[in-house]
């Protein structure tokens, strides 16, 4: 365990700098050198940001009828940018962080794809469930050609047709990418830790669930996350995972002494 004082100077550090890109990288070091001595949820300053960055975006009633929340940061500077954070919720109504991994999400540009079309390399903001009948171990994407292992794709249908948008692995030719906004839309991962996530998700999160309220558009997305009820005010279910991801641009640039 990390002594009560090694604790609060560590903190004391983190609070000290933040503004700079520097003293955040440091920061973030500093708590994954720590992370040795102690679990993260002892002491990890990003992954307190993140639930706290979480929470206050949830409506309670999402927050309630959800178990697992995965959100990624596809800012490109600060504490949280480019990382997932993987939140089990505890019987007691807390986030319990249990993985923190690098990603890259999008590009955000535009580009031509292999069939010679120009295609967007943005990853929407908002909130999205994951596709029970895509949940792929082995893809390959037939907009750019690349490998997909591990593609959990979203549960989402901008303008009638199932997005192309998936979490899932990359190989070692992209690994050093990691950390920063490097794909063609999607959120990419490790292969070892996009398998671990995608076990999880199939053995342990399976089952009903309610189903958000999309809007229409290629820019539709649930960005409330709303749920969808019938008429007589119950929420409409369907087979799935109680899985909610949550994807903005929030960095944490100058947020952390919220924690403190």
Request: hydrophobic share 40%; with cysteine; net charge negative.
């Given at each position: 365990m990390v002594s009560l004082d090694l604790r609060s100077l560590a903190r004391t550090a983190v609070v000290a700098c933040?503004?700079?890109?520097?003293?955040?990288v440091a920061a973030r070091a500093l708590a994954f050198d720590m992370q040795e001595e102690t679990a993260p949820s002892t002491y990890d300053v990003a992954g307190e940001l993140a639930a706290q960055h979480l929470r206050e975006n949830l409506l309670d009633e999402v927050f309630e009828n959800f178990h697992l929340?995965?959100?990624?940061?596809?800012?490109?500077?600060?504490?949280l940018a480019q990382r997932m954070y993987v939140f089990n919720k505890t019987d007691d109504g807390q986030l319990a962080l249990l993985y923190d991994w690098p990603v890259s999400t999008g590009r955000n540009s535009t580009e031509t794809d292999l069939t010679g079309r120009l295609q967007s390399t943005h990853?929407?903001?908002?909130?999205?469930?994951?596709?029970?009948k895509r949940m792929l171990e082995n893809h390959v994407s037939g907009q750019w050609g690349e490998e997909m292992?591990?593609?959990?794709?979203?549960?989402?249908?901008?303008?009638?047709?199932?997005?192309?948008?998936?979490?899932?692995?990359?190989?070692?030719?992209?690994?050093?990418?990691?950390?920063?906004?490097?794909?063609a839309g999607c959120v990419r991962l490790s292969i070892a830790n996009a398998a671990i996530l995608f076990d999880l998700i199939e053995t342990q999160?399976?089952?009903?669930?309610?189903?958000l309220a999309y809007l229409d558009g290629q820019d539709g997305v649930s960005s409330e996350g709303l749920l969808l009820h019938d008429?007589?005010?119950?929420?409409?279910?369907?087979?799935g995972y109680s899985v909610l991801v949550y994807i903005d641009a929030f960095g944490g640039e100058g947020q952390m002494a919220s924690l403190f």
């Open positions: 933040l503004v700079t890109s520097s003293c955040l929340f995965i959100y990624v940061d596809k800012a490109r500077s600060g504490l990853t929407p903001s908002g909130f999205f469930e994951l596709d029970p292992p591990y593609a959990m794709f979203f549960d989402w249908r901008p303008n009638g047709r199932p997005t192309g948008l998936a979490i899932h692995g990359t190989g070692d030719e992209n690994l050093a990418e990691l950390g920063t906004a490097a794909s999160f399976r089952g009903p669930t309610p189903k008429q007589a005010g119950a929420l409409e279910m369907a087979d």
